[in-house]
């Protein structure tokens, strides 16, 4: 009987330390509610200084980014704990690490059927490691390769992803990235990138429509990539700020002010840790893990 109570003991135990063990190092499956039959769930993951944005719909998925270097085994973990093991589409904004770092971790780890990329000149980009060896990839594992840049759709069940950016040549790497736009029956949402003054004054000189409901802020919040022309032209309810702990004051008070001034409610990975965004085309719930 000793024995027995003993050996139930160390089962606990061990059963307790291994859900700390996955807790500690990410893997657990966050205690989000599970999207309704008619809702999409967007998850932008916490993963500190970069983006790694998880969209799932009720008919396919899809990953804007992927998070640093250091970041590619958390995003893959989190992809893993929601039972997806295949991806529509992998958009990656720019070849920056802090965008294109665990590209290798998800393309090595899941079904991917096609990849969107900006071109970028050779001049802007020197140190294009990653970049080559996500192009090598792609190749090895015969995945579909699309040049991200304005004008360029496509349809992952009842989710239309339109790239709006880049729309011309620029000086800076930022403003290469690809800027989408989600629409999902009435509802929209716009995803920044890191983008900067040029590829926002290109977008304010077109007709295109920026009109969203959430923004995913550009660059982490910065100062400079973000004006109070863009932010009147989107008109957003919600704001999402992926950023960590830096040393370049990121988000800017300057950024949360003209959030404020447009009445964006916001939301920060540093301070909620990964949040959940679920829509249904019309009514909005947002969850966050902290």
């Known amino acids: 009987m000793i024995r027995n109570k003993k050996r139930q003991i160390v089962i606990i135990s061990a059963a307790v330390l291994l859900l700390f063990v996955l807790y500690l190092f990410g893997l657990d499956a966050k205690n989000f509610s599970e999207p309704k039959e008619n809702e999409i769930v967007i998850y ?16 396919g998925t899809v990953l804007i980014d992927s998070g640093d270097i250091d970041k590619g085994d958390d995003v893959v973990s989190f992809i893993r704990s ?10 990656v904004t720019h070849p920056h690490i802090d965008h294109i770092g665990g590209a290798k971790e998800v393309l ?12 970028i000149p050779d001049e802007l980009y020197l140190d294009t490691v990653y970049y080559n060896e996500t192009l090598e990839l792609l190749k090895a594992n015969d995945i579909s390769f699309k040049s991200a840049k304005n004008g360029i759709s496509f349809s992952v069940g009842g989710m239309n992803f339109d790239i709006l950016s880049p ?3 620029y000086s800076a790497v930022n403003d290469y990235s690809a800027v989408v736009k989600l629409k999902f029956k009435t509802s929209s ?8 003054e040029g590829a926002e004054k290109l977008l304010l000189e077109s007709t295109t429509d920026l009109s969203a409901d959430l923004i995913k802020n550009p660059h982490h919040g910065a100062a400079s990539d973000l004006n109070e022309s863009f932010l009147l032209r989107v008109k957003p309810r919600y704001a999402v700020i992926t950023v960590g702990n830096n ?8 950024t949360l002010e003209e959030l404020n001034s447009v009445g964006a409610e916001v939301y920060r990975t540093d301070t909620c840790g990964t949040i959940a965004v679920f829509c249904d085309g019309t009514n909005f719930k947002i969850e966050t893990e902290n």
């Open 247 to 254: 040393n370049y004051g990121h988000p800017s008070y300057k």
């Open 167 to 169: 729309m011309g040549e």
């Open 108 to 119: 090595e780890n899941f079904k991917v059927d096609t990849v969107y990329m900006p071109d």
């Open 82 to 91: 929601k039972n997806i093991d295949k991806l529509n589409a992998f958009i």
């Open 189 to 196: 949402f716009l995803f920044c990138g890191d983008i900067e």
């Open 44 to 59: 932008f993951l916490d993963t500190e200084q970069s983006d790694a944005i998880l969209i799932e719909g009720p008919d």
